[in-house]
């Protein structure tokens, strides 16, 4: 290996709207944070309404923190808020179920 070249690593970056899923590729260097790829990444430009401060990421679906030190080939996936309470939604789909068989 080159003693010049700095090792990397890559990662992706993925990102999806209702209508709409973006994932990235980014190489960065092996000690690197989530929230170092993200920026990395240039995701941030394409999607100025992700605030990493209210955004919650996870690696392959579980959450972890803007500093998580990454993995080669890891998945950063960044989630968008709740629109609905989830415990909510599902009470009025019940509501409504037992609406619709009476």
């Known amino acids: 290996m080159n003693p010049d070249i700095a090792p990397r690593i ?3 970056i ?3 709207l209702p209508d709409r899923q973006v994932i990235l590729t980014a190489s960065v260097p092996p000690d690197s944070t989530a929230q170092q790829a ?3 990444s240039g995701i941030l430009l394409q999607f100025p309404e992700i605030d ?3 955004n919650k990421i996870g690696i392959f679906s579980r959450l972890v923190p803007l500093t998580q030190t990454l993995q080669a080939h890891d ?3 960044i989630y968008r808020p709740l629109i609905a309470d989830p415990k909510a939604a599902r ?3 019940a509501a409504r179920a037992e609406d619709e068989v009476s």
């Open 10 to 12: 890559r990662v992706e």
């Open 14 to 16: 993925a990102y999806a």
């Open 38 to 40: 993200i920026e990395a």
């Open 52 to 54: 990493l401060g209210k």
């Open 75 to 77: 998945r950063i996936e």
């Open 91 to 93: 009470r009025e789909r």
